[in-house]
């Protein structure tokens, strides 16, 4: 049987990359005993390293002491087998790379070793029935979908298909609530509320740019200063990453079947040169030296 919201004391995170480790760090602070997992070796122990760093800034701000960073990270423990790190979790997120055949191989493996628990995906976009299809208990999966970077964020996007059992909802809105989110309980659709919003202005940015309607720095002003968004449309694609959003607009594109999600030639341009943002250096703006 699916936990209650209330027994929920053990998660596993199966995936310690950008989104990986970041659960793990919100879930750890929550006062969950974590697992983090990766089947890349090491992964898991570098991603730990990772959110030592986020607690230090943290402590160094006076936004946690460091009795309490030391207790967040007391509580996560790193493994390169995501299913026996998945074993006896109440709620296991996996956050693997956005890729349907993956994700849906992975959730089977830990249905199987956790025949109880929450199973959340943190995918961003992908179908959570289309997922749910790959494990014998489809009522026990839904969306959670954190935000960039998760220790700052509020947003979570709890997903529901149409075989989500209320339980499993209630669970996993409050749990996203524990961790110190804001959930939103959204159903399942290509690119579900935040994705289908975000790329749409996104993908428009970049056209206008394409057609020198004006600069990129000039066309993020317009939306912080104009709209009080905290970050404009492209320093967002560059901290999210080029190929990650290219990723979801030819998924909406197919799944929507409409133009304007088709991905602007400068898109596919600057991921085919290797200009992914933050992470290479290089997107729509320079990032050497951050």
Do not use: C
Request: hydrophobic content about 50%.
């Amino acid at each position: 049987m699916t936990p209650a919201a209330t027994s929920i004391r053990t998660v596993a995170v199966v995936g310690a990359g950008t989104m990986g480790h970041g659960i793990a760090q919100v879930a750890a602070q929550a006062g969950y005993a974590v697992r983090l997992a990766d089947a890349v070796s090491g992964a898991a122990a570098r991603a730990v390293e990772r959110v030592r760093a986020n607690l230090d800034g943290a402590v160094q701000r006076g936004k946690v002491t460091a009795e309490d960073r030391d207790a967040a990270l007391a509580r996560i423990t790193a493994g390169d087998d995501p299913v026996a790190a998945a074993r006896g979790a109440d709620l296991v997120i996996e956050a693997v790379p956005e890729d349907l055949d993956l994700k849906r191989a992975v959730l089977a493996s830990l249905e199987a070793a956790a025949p109880d628990a929450v199973l959340a995906t943190n995918t961003s976009s992908l179908s959570i029935a289309s997922l749910a299809a790959a494990t014998a208990r489809p009522d026990r999966v839904v969306g959670m979908h954190f935000f960039n970077p998760v220790h700052l964020m509020k947003l979570v996007e709890v997903v529901t298909h149409a075989g989500t059992a209320a339980r499993t909802r209630d669970a996993a809105v409050a749990a996203a609530r524990r961790m110190g989110k804001e959930p939103i309980v959204v159903k399942d659709s290509p690119g579900f509320a935040s994705s289908r919003l975000g790329i749409a202005l996104g993908l428009e940015a970049m056209r206008m740019v394409e057609e020198g309607v004006a600069a990129p720095e000039d066309i993020d002003r317009a939306m912080t200063l104009g709209y009080n968004h905290p970050m404009g449309p492209l320093r967002l694609t560059d901290v999210v990453g080029l190929d990650v959003r290219l990723a979801i607009a030819r998924y909406l594109h197919r799944a929507l079947g409409d133009e304007r999600f088709a991905p602007p030639a400068i898109l596919e341009r600057l991921v085919a040169e290797g200009k992914l943002g933050r992470k290479s250096g290089q997107g729509f703006y320079t990032w050497s030296g951050e």
